[in-house]
Structure formats: C-alpha cells, structure tokens
C-alpha cells in the first residue's frame, strides 16, 4: 500500500486542526504538536509520525517544574485515553481517508481529552487528580512513574501554598532516588534539596522561585503562548 509521506502528512493535519486550535485556544508549537497554557501548565497534543501513519498523544506539562523538553509522561496516547481502539491513523495515500481518520481524533479529544484538560490541567487539578489514585489507572495514564507522581504532586502542593504536604511529598522523592546517581538524578536532587531548604527557612520565597522556574522552562522551551 501506498502511504502519504510525512511532509504531506504533517500539513494535512495541521492545516485541518487549525480551526480547532483556534476554536480551543490552542497554538501550533510545531505542525504537529499544539499546546495551550492554563494556570502555569501546558495542555498537550502531539501527533506523533513514525515510518508509516501517525498516533496522537496528549499530556499536561507544569511549567513550574524545570524543564527543557516537552514532557508527555503525564498523559496517554488518544486511542488508550478512556477508550481501546487499536492500530493506527492516516494509514493511507488517500487525503479523505486521512480526513476521516483526524475526524475520529478530532471527536475523541473533543469527548475525553479537552474535559480532562479543563479538570486537570491546572495545580489544583493536578493534586486531586494524583491524591485520588486516577493516575495510576492504565486506562488512563501510562508512563508516570511513582517518583515523577511524586515530583508533579510535590511542586503542585508548593505553587498553592500548602507546605508540609509539599514536604513531605517531595521527601519521599529523595528517599526513591536515594540510590540513584545518575547526573539528570543527582541535579533533580539537588533541586528538590534547595526549594526545600527555602520552604524551611524563607517559605515566603518559594512562590518567587517556582515563578523563576516557570519563566525559565518558557525558555528552554522557547514557548510564547
């Protein structure tokens, strides 16, 4: 079979998702990944293109937890969100059977995911979304491991002021990565150790470095949303 090459891809779905972004507040971050932000996260939709059709991937990124990458740890593939549908999309030469394929994601993110984003994706969302045990249903997260639980759940509890959970959450993170010394580790260490010796000892300051934070993963990013 024949199959729409990637560059041809790539502007297919953009160029059908744009009034959806615009409809949704969302911006192209690149043609294939949209984003909007919301109370210092990013709501995430990805459509990933490997050799052959494409998936779509959707995720909630803090920005008020460094980072340099777009992080998709935080969410799921569309067809596992909520749902079972198995293969893969655009499989296809054929422009209207790829249109027909954005359509179903396009009505999947509208039912599952725009409602998970307005009722997670926020600090406030994200605890009670983690504290409740939601995240650790495959059949809706997959890929957050305990200890990143813990990181997202720790600085949430920071950004609305709630110390000693923060505390206490973000101890448990040292304890999992006790034994770990591998550099991106020992540096996500030593970040924790600094923001807790602030909460301890200058807690007024903590909403100043978390905005620091937030500014310099817009940086790294390159984010003007």
């Known amino acids: 079979m024949n199959i729409m090459d990637k560059k041809s891809l790539k502007r297919i779905i953009k160029d059908y998702f744009t009034p959806f972004a615009m409809k949704y507040d969302f911006e192209f971050y690149k043609p294939t990944i949209m984003l909007r932000e919301c109370d210092d996260t990013i709501h995430i939709i990805n459509f990933d293109l490997p050799t052959e059709g494409f998936y779509c991937n959707i995720a909630i990124q803090p920005l008020y937890i460094p980072a340099d990458t777009i992080t998709l740890s935080f969410g799921n593939r569309l067809n596992y969100f909520k749902t079972k549908l198995s293969g893969i999309w655009g499989y296809s030469n054929d422009k209207s059977i790829i249109e027909k394929d954005l359509l179903q994601v396009k009505d999947l993110l509208e039912v599952n995911a725009l409602p998970w984003f307005d009722e997670v994706g926020s600090p406030e969302g994200i605890i009670s979304f983690i504290e409740s045990g939601a995240a650790e249903d495959i059949n809706i997260i997959v890929g957050f491991p305990p200890t990143l639980r813990n990181i997202y759940l720790g600085f949430s509890y920071l950004y609305i002021n709630i110390i000693d959970l923060a505390e206490k959450t973000l101890l448990k ?53």
């Open 173 to 225: 993170v040292l304890e999992q990565y006790k034994y770990d010394n591998r550099p991106w580790v020992v540096q996500e260490k030593e970040m924790i150790n600094n923001i807790l010796e602030l909460a301890k000892n200058e807690s007024g300051k903590i909403k100043d470095k978390l905005n620091d934070y937030i500014r310099m993963t817009k940086d790294n990013l390159k984010l003007k949303l």
